[in-house]
């Protein structure tokens, strides 16, 4: 193994993102709420971010995630949020499970604020992970988290799943994580930002009311 390759991927950060929504549209429906969890190339935590979001409209799927229309009243709207989020992002390499469902929910929310240039390079844990457990093996979280034998306190809530996600890929992975780690230096993008994009948002943001609808 070279050391330009570990040098490379011991520099690594993950940005592990969940979020929580109105449905399962991204042009119909809304973000509820936000998590990111950063890792360290060995997949332990070091930083958690965690915001509900005010989607502008009654939320109703409540039964699935808890998050009610009094919780997210006084909650910033995603356009008061989107500054920090992509500060939080910014350099790391953008982790989720079934990355497609967040990865459109988040471009779609990027897209009414009129953010078109923002690109969210996204690697599917769900595929990482069909890389070490046998053919056939369900990779969604609650299988993994059963077999990996982690608790997931906080199911349907995007901070919950955001952590327990971090927690059962560092179980799975373990002395393998070099070798995951090849897979995901082929595959990465670290997400990038410019100063000048992030203060024009943080200039937006402060802009906006919240409205629950």
């Known amino acids: 193994m070279s050391m330009q390759f570990l040098s490379m991927f011991n520099r690594l950060q993950f940005a592990l993102i969940d979020t929580e929504t109105t449905g399962?549209?991204?042009?119909?429906?809304?973000?509820?709420?936000?998590?990111?969890?950063?890792l360290d190339s060995g997949f332990s935590e070091v930083n958690r971010w965690h915001t509900l979001v005010n989607p502008g409209r009654p939320i109703p799927n409540s039964s699935i995630h808890g998050i009610s229309d009094a919780m997210v009243r006084d909650a910033p709207t995603f356009g008061q949020v989107?500054?920090?989020?992509?500060?939080?992002?910014?350099?790391?390499?953008?982790l989720a499970h079934?990355?497609?469902?967040?990865?459109?929910?988040?471009?779609?929310e990027s897209d009414r604020l009129d953010d078109e240039d923002v690109f969210f390079p996204f690697v599917d844990s769900m595929r990482l992970a069909r890389q070490v457990v046998p053919k056939g093996t369900s990779c969604s979280l609650e299988s993994l988290a059963r077999r990996?034998?982690?608790m997931n306190q906080g199911a349907h809530s995007a901070l919950g799943d955001a952590r327990t996600t971090g927690i059962v890929l560092k179980k799975l992975f373990g002395r393998q994580r070099h070798s995951i780690g090849r897979s995901v230096i082929k595959q990465?993008?670290?997400?990038?930002?410019?100063?000048?994009?992030?203060?024009?948002h943080a200039v937006m943001s402060s802009a906006i009311s919240p409205r629950l609808s």
């Open 82 to 94: 989107y500054a920090e989020l992509l500060t939080q992002l910014r350099g790391k390499v953008l």
């Open 98 to 108: 079934n990355a497609t469902f967040d990865a459109d929910m988040l471009v779609a």
């Open 188 to 200: 990465a993008i670290p997400f990038t930002v410019s100063p000048a994009h992030l203060d024009k």
């Open 148 to 150: 990996t034998r982690v």
């Open 24 to 38: 399962l549209s991204p042009k119909k429906d809304r973000i509820v709420e936000i998590a990111v969890v950063t």
